[in-house]
């Protein structure tokens, strides 16, 4: 068995925890800590062979720090339940966990839309550190958007880890107005101001990040909806920003 655990944090993900469970299934442990499911969140993951946590909601950053801490291997493999690695990318685990090169790696993660994989725009490579040693590893951010800080040497791997972020389009749209409360929030409690140009610049240069110099277009419609999607979720959080704030400049 690989020294690896593989660690994910749910909540009413029992339609797709398993897929994520099934990745690298020579890891010596799997954990999931659940945060009040109420659909069989817990019985699918425990049916994977996962050692399940039932526990409160701290926030992103809290909670997979606690899972971390709850491992049990000298590697953790972080996924999230809406993610599972390639064949590629699993293969690479086993071969640089076994040579010891690096304490951090990276993987470009390839994430379907409606069906549809998007390999241009800001949506990939989209790479993430999710494979690292757990005592050279911490997440830090601000929720929702939290990621692995490494205390060492980090290495990209080739290996796609799968990612299918939303059901459907009601899905992503519940979590633009979910997430850009979340996200103006944080950045009030920071201190930081909403303008009138980060409204009216910041979205538009989303667009032309996403779609002229990531290459968006060339994924088709869906590739021009989700540039959309992801400006409106720049507009909506920099009004809620605003809002919170009271500002009238």
Same mark, same amino acid.
């Given at each position: 068995?690989?020294?690896?655990?593989? @660690?994910?944090?749910?909540?009413?993900?029992?339609? $797709?925890? *398993?897929?994520?469970?099934?990745?690298?299934?020579?890891?010596?442990?799997?954990?999931?800590?659940?945060? *009040?499911?109420?659909? $069989?969140?817990?019985?699918?993951?425990?049916?994977?062979?996962?050692?399940?946590?039932?526990?409160?909601?701290?926030?992103?950053?809290?909670?997979?720090?606690?899972?971390?801490?709850?491992?049990?291997?000298?590697?953790?493999?972080?996924?999230?339940?809406?993610?599972?690695?390639?064949?590629?990318?699993?293969?690479?685990?086993?071969?640089?966990?076994?040579?010891? $090169?690096?304490? *951090?790696?990276?993987?470009?993660?390839?994430?379907?839309?409606?069906?549809?994989? !998007?390999?241009?725009?800001?949506?990939?490579?989209?790479?993430?550190?999710?494979?690292?040693?757990?005592?050279?590893?911490?997440?830090?951010?601000?929720?929702?958007?939290?990621? !692995?800080?490494?205390? *060492?040497?980090?290495?990209?791997?080739?290996?796609?880890?799968?990612?299918?972020?939303?059901?459907?389009?009601?899905?992503?749209?519940?979590?633009?107005?979910?997430?850009?409360?979340?996200?103006?929030?944080?950045?009030?409690?920071?201190?930081?101001?909403?303008?009138?140009?980060?409204?009216?610049?910041?979205?538009?240069?989303?667009?032309?990040?996403? !779609?002229?110099?990531?290459?968006?277009?060339?994924?088709?419609?869906?590739?021009?909806?989700?540039?959309?999607?992801?400006?409106?979720? @720049?507009?909506?959080?920099?009004?809620?920003?605003?809002? !919170?704030?009271?500002?009238?400049?």
């Amino acid at each position: 068995m690989l020294p690896v655990s593989v @660690v994910v944090i749910a909540r009413d993900e029992a339609d $797709r925890i *398993g897929r994520c469970l099934a990745s690298l299934p020579d890891a010596a442990e799997r954990l999931v800590l659940d945060s *009040g499911s109420t659909d $069989r969140t817990v019985a699918v993951a425990r049916a994977a062979g996962a050692r399940v946590v039932e526990t409160d909601w701290p926030g992103h950053v809290a909670q997979k720090n606690r899972a971390m801490a709850m491992a049990t291997q000298p590697w953790v493999l972080s996924l999230d339940a809406d993610e599972w690695l390639s064949e590629r990318a699993e293969d690479e685990v086993r071969r640089v966990v076994a040579s010891g $090169r690096a304490d *951090g790696f990276s993987f470009p993660r390839l994430s379907t839309w409606l069906g549809t994989p !998007l390999r241009h725009g800001r949506w990939y490579p989209d790479r993430r550190i999710r494979l690292v040693r757990r005592a050279h590893a911490r997440w830090i951010g601000d929720d929702p958007h939290d990621h !692995l800080e490494v205390d *060492g040497r980090v290495e990209a791997l080739t290996g796609d880890i799968h990612h299918v972020p939303y059901r459907d389009l009601s899905e992503h749209l519940r979590t633009i107005d979910r997430y850009t409360k979340i996200q103006a929030e944080a950045l009030v409690r920071r201190g930081v101001r909403g303008r009138r140009r980060d409204v009216l610049l910041r979205p538009p240069f989303h667009l032309f990040q996403a !779609l002229v110099v990531g290459g968006g277009v060339l994924d088709g419609v869906p590739g021009v909806a989700v540039a959309g999607l992801g400006a409106t979720h @720049v507009l909506c959080k920099w009004l809620r920003v605003r809002e !919170l704030q009271g500002s009238r400049s």
